[in-house]
C-alpha cells in the first residue's frame, strides 16, 4: 500500500495509512485463527466456508489478540472533520487506544478495522477466492451503511 486509503462508514470519510511489514505480518498471524475457522478443512473454498467457524473462532480470540489488531488498525486511522484530518484514537494512558468521537460505535469501528486490513493486506486478500471475498465485503457494506 503506497497511499492512503480513503473510505466512507456511515455518514463520515476516513483515511487510512499503512502499517508496517512487521505489523502486518502480526496482525496477519492473529487473525489465522479466525480464517481457519472459517474453513471446514483447512481451504478457503466455497462450499467450504464456514461462519459458525468464523464466530467460534472469533468467540475464542482474547481480548488483547482482538485489542493488538483494532488498536493497530484505528492508530493509522484519521477522520475527515470539517476541513481536515483529524486521529481517530489516541494512545491510552495504560496501553492501548481510546476512541475520539463518541459515535464511532461497534458496527462502525468493526468496519473501520476491516477497510485498514483489506488495505494493508490486499495481497493476503487477493489470495482468497472472489466468492468468499465478495461475501465479506457484501457483509461489510451492508453494516456500515
Known amino acids: 500500500m ?8 456511515g455518514e463520515h470519510e476516513y ?13 496477519l498471524r492473529r487473525l489465522a ?3 481457519g475457522g472459517a ?4 481451504s478457503l473454498s466455497r462450499n467450504d466456508f ?3 467457524g468464523a464466530l467460534d473462532a472469533i468467540g475464542t480470540l482474547p481480548d ?23 486521529a481517530v484514537s489516541s ?6 487506544r481510546v476512541l475520539m468521537y463518541k459515535d464511532i460505535d461497534l458496527v462502525a469501528m468493526c468496519a473501520i478495522v476491516f477497510h485498514v486490513l483489506q488495505g494493508n493486506l490486499s495481497g493476503f486478500f487477493d489470495a482468497i477466492p472472489s466468492d468468499i471475498k ?8 451492508s453494516i456500515s451503511q
Do not use: M
Request: charged share 25%.
Open 50 to 52: 464456514s461462519l459458525k
Open 64 to 86: 488483547e489478540q482482538f485489542d493488538y489488531i483494532a488498536d493497530h488498525c484505528l492508530s493509522v486511522t484519521k477522520r475527515r472533520d470539517g476541513g481536515i484530518w483529524a
Open 33 to 35: 485463527p479466525i480464517l
Open 39 to 42: 474453513a471446514d478443512d483447512g
Open 15 to 27: 483515511s487510512a495509512g499503512a502499517l508496517d511489514a512487521k505489523r502486518q505480518f502480526h496482525i
Open 2 to 9: 503506497n497511499e492512503d486509503i480513503v473510505f466512507t462508514v
Open 134 to 141: 465478495e461475501q465479506v465485503q457484501s457483509t461489510i457494506s
Open 91 to 96: 494512545p491510552a494512558p495504560g496501553g492501548g
